[in-house]
């Protein structure tokens, strides 16, 4: 499956910003989908996942309560929904999929990569 993701940009701490990765494929219903980020020098970082139907979420602590993952598979895309962001997470954001369709917590559960979108958040 093919992933493209969109939506980072520059905004200030305490700013909302949506993210999107849609995809072509009519399949991408029956993959889980995720985003893992990376920042400059360090590991990439799992940040939230939603399974094929969207019924389990998934998040990392340090975007909980803050973050919200969703998905319309008739759009194919999947969102993600920063509020009060914090120049920590500034990174490339990257959605990924998981063909089995279950969702979790590790970034190397993921088979499909898309490209990354930069988030730079200002103090």
């Known amino acids: 499956v093919q992933l493209q993701a969109c939506g980072g940009g520059l905004v200030q701490a305490g700013s909302s910003l949506r993210l999107s990765c849609s995809s072509s494929?009519?399949?991408?219903?029956?993959?889980?989908v995720g985003w893992v980020r990376q920042a400059p020098g360090k590991a990439r970082e799992f940040v939230a996942a939603i399974s094929w139907s969207g019924g389990r979420t998934f998040y990392a602590d340090s975007v909980k309560d803050r973050f919200t993952i969703s998905r319309d598979n008739v759009k194919n895309t999947a969102f993600l929904q920063m509020n009060s962001l914090k120049p920590d997470d500034t990174a490339a954001y990257y959605c990924a999929a998981d063909r089995s369709g279950y969702a979790s917590t590790s970034a190397k559960s993921f088979h499909y990569w898309g490209q990354g979108t930069q988030l730079t958040v200002s103090s």
């Open positions: 494929d009519k399949t991408f219903g029956d993959y889980a």
